[in-house]
């Protein structure tokens, strides 16, 4: 079982819809979450970080945390074509040093 | 925007050619980073550096070597290049100390070995 685990989709949403992205993952002890989106071709680069139970809001985007389920989600309202990358789930191992990505989830928004 | 670079940006060699990916960043963090991507897939940490003279492996078993002599400057070697190194390698930095671990990526070396 793969220690952070993601739908590969593709998702596809239409522009103006809530995409809604789901990771699940093992290590119960983890406590830092975080979404990093990576564009084709790219480099990711940090969206959110999310420490605590519960719903976190910056602008578009609303990192949600479940501890007890080991679910992180990650919704991004009034979605944009700019938004289509593929969004990678982060999860910070049993040290400082190590954070344990996902495969990623590729988004395409749909004009 | 960040300020990390990698050089170069494409590579493509022959087996059996030593290579050294370079990395430099400019924003003075202590820790530093090099994962691998193959397309679809996860980034896997290969080695990884808190500080000037610290270098460790991560979980990534790898052939390759690095050094941190300077803080800004981590590069990557291979002594002897082969085609299952073929593969795209990010370099990627972050504060000491930092509870949100954010890393800032280097735009990756593409490496190609033929």
């Known amino acids: 079982q793969k220690e952070v685990e993601q739908n590969s989709g593709p998702l596809s949403v239409p522009e103006g819809a809530i995409a809604s992205l789901n990771c699940t993952y093992s290590?119960?002890?983890?406590?830092?979450f975080f979404w990093y989106r990576q564009y084709s071709g790219k480099s990711p680069e940090l969206i959110m970080s999310?420490?605590?139970?519960g719903d976190k809001e910056d602008g578009r985007f609303t990192a949600q945390l479940n501890k007890a389920s080991q679910y992180v989600s990650l919704l991004i309202r009034d979605s944009q074509p700019s938004d289509s990358a593929t969004y990678l789930c982060?999860?910070?191992?049993?040290?400082?040093?190590?954070?344990?990505f996902g495969s990623g989830t590729r988004l395409l928004v749909r004009p | 925007e960040a300020d990390i670079y990698q050089t170069p940006r494409y590579l493509v060699i022959g087996t059996g050619k030593k290579i050294t990916l370079e990395c430099s960043q400019t924003?003075?963090?202590?820790?530093m980073y090099w994962y691998q991507q193959d397309p679809g897939m996860e980034l896997h940490l290969i080695h990884y550096?808190?500080?000037?003279?610290?270098?460790e492996k991560g979980d990534l078993s790898s052939e390759s070597t690095v050094s941190r002599i300077r803080t800004e400057h981590f590069p990557l070697t291979l002594e002897s290049a082969r085609p299952s190194h073929t593969s795209q390698y990010l370099c990627?930095?972050?504060?000491?100390?930092?509870?949100?671990?954010?890393?800032?990526f280097g735009s990756g070396t593409q490496l190609s070995v033929l």
């Open positions: 990627a930095s972050s504060e000491r100390g930092s509870t949100n671990e954010k890393l800032f």
């Open positions: 290590d119960r002890v983890s406590q830092s």
């Open positions: 999310i420490y605590s139970n």
């Open positions: 982060v999860v910070e191992g049993d040290s400082s040093y190590k954070l344990i």
């Open positions: 924003m003075g963090h202590d820790k």
């Open positions: 550096s808190y500080g000037v003279n610290s270098t």
